[in-house]
């Protein structure tokens, strides 16, 4: 069967952590954690108790990762900022997109500094439309854009 990347699918939560897990190596040997949804076993447990144990995600309640759920277009950008701050990505070179989009008003207070810097940083951008859409679920073609862009930035291509 041939492998596939379908990128205007949507990817889950566990999808991308895991992507963004493996790319910057942070996987911890051992790690675990207690979300109902993330059990011994499954395919992404050691990737979200890696990101977990190193507070990249607390997931979307005490007891849940969300792991199967579509990830929203704003946490793309939290995750994979709080993954640069993690690896020591020096992210204070002045870059801001000073939240231009027609909706910045809707972007989460959690997401707002995250979702500026990569704006900002050329990681992520809008829809098109003025807008950046914090709520919509991401593509996995969004999803792959972003990790790629932030993994240029990690190596000094910025």
């Known amino acids: ?3 596939l990347f379908y990128p205007n ?3 889950t939560r566990a999808e991308y952590l895991t992507l963004l897990v493996r790319a910057y190596g942070l996987e911890q040997e051992g790690a675990k954690c207690t979300f109902e949804d993330v059990p011994k076993g499954a395919w992404f447990h050691d990737t979200v108790a890696s990101a977990y144990v190193l507070g990249l995600t607390q997931g979307v309640s005490e007891d849940s990762f969300g792991a199967e759920e579509p990830i929203k277009r704003e946490d793309l950008c939290v995750l994979a900022y709080k993954a640069m701050l993690l690896t ?3 992210l204070d070179n002045g870059i801001s997109a ?3 989009f027609s909706d910045s008003e809707d972007i989460d207070d ?3 500094e ?5 704006c900002g940083l050329g990681a992520v951008n809008g829809m098109g439309d003025g807008r950046f859409a914090p709520f919509e679920t991401a593509t996995r073609a969004q ?8 993994l240029g930035i990690t ?3 910025v």
């Open 1 to 3: 069967t041939p492998r």
């Open 9 to 11: 699918d949507l990817i």
């Open 88 to 90: 020591g990505v020096a």
């Open 98 to 100: 000073g939240m231009k």
């Open 110 to 112: 959690y997401a707002r």
């Open 114 to 118: 995250a979702v500026d810097t990569l």
């Open 143 to 150: 999803a792959a854009k972003i990790i790629y862009a932030v």
């Open 155 to 157: 190596e000094g291509e």
